[in-house]
Each structure stands twice: as C-alpha cells, then as structure tokens.
C-alpha cells in the first residue's frame, strides 16, 4: 500500500469561495497534494455573494473534476456539502457527501437558511429521511464535518445510528474536534465553548464506526495551504490545513475513494506523518471478531522527532511510547476484549503537530 495525501474540504467560487473549481484543483496539484475533493455548499451561504450553487455550478464543478483526474498523478473527486440537523433542535450541522465517480445527483435544498435559525422550521428526521432517500441510488460517502463547532456541529450523543456515517473530520483549519482536552479545538467565531457531545470521541462511544480524516475548509481557495483565512463567513482559527492520508494500491479517484469507504486513512495537522497503525497485521479501519489476542503495532516516521504515541481504548489511555527521533515504533499485546472495543493512534511531534489514525474495532 502507498499513502497519498489530500484535501478533502475546498470551497470555491460555485458557492461561498473565491477562485473557481478548477483554479482550486490545479492549486492542490501545485502544492503537491495527490488528490482533493470538491465540497461546494448546496445551502446555508448566509448572504451569499455569489448566490447558492445553482445547476450550471454543479455543472462546472463537475466538469473541473472531470478534468483534473491524472490517474497516476493526481485524484480528483466530486462532492458537496450541506447543511444537516445537528439534533440539538436549534443549530444545523454540517455534511460533506464524496461520491465515486465524477458526476451524480445535486440533492436538493430543502431549506433556505434562515429556517436554520427558526426553532421548528425544520422537522430533523423528516429533512435527513430525505436526504438518504436521494443519495440512495448513489455510491457515495458521508462525512460529518467539525462536528463540535457550537455554530454547525453534530451532537453524536443525540444523533440517530439509522443515518450510518462513513467519515468525520477531526481536524481543519476550523480547529480540532478529537476530545474535550484536545490541542487547537473548534472555538466558535463567536466565541462559543465546542459542542458538547460533538466530539469524534462522543462518535465512537455512540457506536459510529467513522474513518478520521482532515482538509483545510478553505474558502481562499487554496487547498492543503498553510494560509491564514479571515474570509467573510469563515474566519479559520487555525492556518494550518489538515490532510488526509489514504493508503491506497494506486492512484486513481476509484482507489482513493475505496480507500476512504474502508477507513483506510487518517488526518494530520498539514505535516507528512506517516503512520501505520494495525492490529493483528489488520490496517486502520478494520472491523475484527473472534481473535484470541490482540497484537497492537504503531508505527511512526515523523517529519520531525516524533514526541510522543499514544493508543486509546474505548476512548482512554491504553498505551503509550515516548519518542525523541523521528522513526518510532510501539508493540504491545492486550487480551482479546469481551466487549465491542475500539483502538486508535495519536502521534505528537516536536512543534504540536498531530496525525490521528482511524479505529480498528474489536468485535467479541
Ligand atoms: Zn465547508
């Protein structure tokens, strides 16, 4: 398997963004990125000043990614993304749907949105209901997007399993939405503490069984930069982009959407960390039953020297490696759990950066 990095969240001028579709692809393959997505905003553009996405944007999104496929060099894929009740009854969250190929369905937008901020105006399972019905017929996946944001979160601890989840973003230039006491969280422009429950640790302990990846949500157009955005909707908190890492056979759309689908991948804070996390020789992301032990192998080669690993189970400490160089490895042996369990990494170097692997669940 290879690793391939991308950007999985980039704005353009089809909605809330400033450059267009395909300036923010050849921007992505410029700043060496393997591949990157297209996650316009069907709705929620509050004052646009570009107006909603209206069909000849879908149009030219799709057109752009058409274009920008390399197979070999560089992936590009289609999406969007979409406003989605958040199961507070008040805020909406936010969704970024990928599909496999370059062309599909716009789904259409159910609400205009000052019904976002209007208590009752949106009926929660009735507008989702509806949402799964016209991805139905489309191979697509779904990745809640800074799901602890005060403003446009997800509360997993309220949130129907009925609507499955493929993916979360734990990181962005939103900020972090690993846990509680996480480096560089989500703060609100406003001002606003994170979400409770909103955390992808709160989406695990609830049964979600989501890969972890990273983008930039950059409105500037600039994807997987380090550029600082204090946009007119979306002041970043943070100017570093995340990243998310796929391993993958090759490099094509097809191959890196398979890998997304497998949760073969996992976030970073903008820096090339490699990370193979695997339990019983299985990759991140694997869904194991019936093992008699468990052997727990991370292994990292920082960009620069590797701090410290850590391994949670359940969402607690479980294991941990100090570090001091760049290439660091970590073994241990733990008995096969009598309950549903899930593992995941976390790698700090030198300078606060982060890589956070997808789980491996461990079935009885
Ligand atoms: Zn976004």
């Not at 400033?18 to 990157?36: I, Q, T, Y």
């Not at 949402?131 to 191979?139: C, F, G, K, P, R």
């Not at 490696?321 to 990494?345: N, S």
């Amino acid at each position: 398997m290879n690793i391939y990095w991308g950007d999985l969240h980039v704005h353009s001028n089809c909605s809330d963004g400033r450059r267009s579709p395909a300036a923010c692809l050849e921007s992505a393959r410029e700043a060496g990125l393997d591949f990157c997505a297209m996650t316009d905003y069907v709705d929620h553009v509050p004052k646009s000043r570009y107006g909603l996405l209206p069909s000849d944007s879908w149009e030219r999104i799709q057109t752009a990614v058409r274009e920008a496929e390399r197979p070999g060099e560089f992936a590009a894929l289609l999406g969007f993304e979409r406003s989605v009740p958040s199961w507070d009854g008040q805020t909406p969250g936010s969704l970024c749907v990928y599909y496999r190929t370059d062309s599909g369905p716009l789904p259409t937008s159910r609400h205009p949105q000052r019904d976002w901020l209007r208590p009752g105006a949106i009926r929660p399972d009735e507008d989702m209901r509806s949402l799964w019905d016209e991805l139905a017929e489309t191979e697509c996946l779904k990745c809640i997007v800074h799901s602890c944001s005060a403003r446009q979160g997800y509360t997993w601890t309220a949130a129907p399993g009925e609507y499955e989840i493929d993916l979360v973003e734990v990181y962005s230039k939103w900020g972090a939405c690993e846990t509680q006491d996480c480096t560089f969280p989500v703060v609100d422009g406003s001002g606003r503490p994170p979400r409770p429950g909103g955390w992808v640790r709160d989406a695990l302990a609830a049964g979600f069984r989501v890969g972890l990846i990273g983008g930039s949500n950059t409105h500037f157009g600039y994807p997987g930069s380090d550029l600082w955005e204090n946009d007119w909707a979306n002041a970043a908190r943070y100017d570093k982009s995340g990243l998310t890492a796929v391993l993958a056979e090759e490099l094509t759309r097809d191959a890196v959407f398979q890998a997304l689908r497998d949760r073969r991948c996992y976030a970073t804070t903008r820096e090339r960390i490699q990370l193979d996390f695997t339990v019983n020789g299985q990759p991140m992301g694997s869904m194991l039953a019936g093992q008699d032990r468990l052997r727990i192998r991370v292994h990292v080669v920082g960009t620069r020297p590797v701090k410290r690993i850590e391994v949670f189970r359940n969402g607690e400490p479980a294991h941990h490696k100090i570090g001091g160089r760049e290439d660091l490895d970590m073994v241990f042996d733990d008995p096969a759990p009598d309950e549903p369990t899930w593992y995941y990494a976390r790698v700090t170097q030198t300078g606060e950066d982060l890589a956070w692997s997808s789980p491996i669940w461990i079935d009885p």
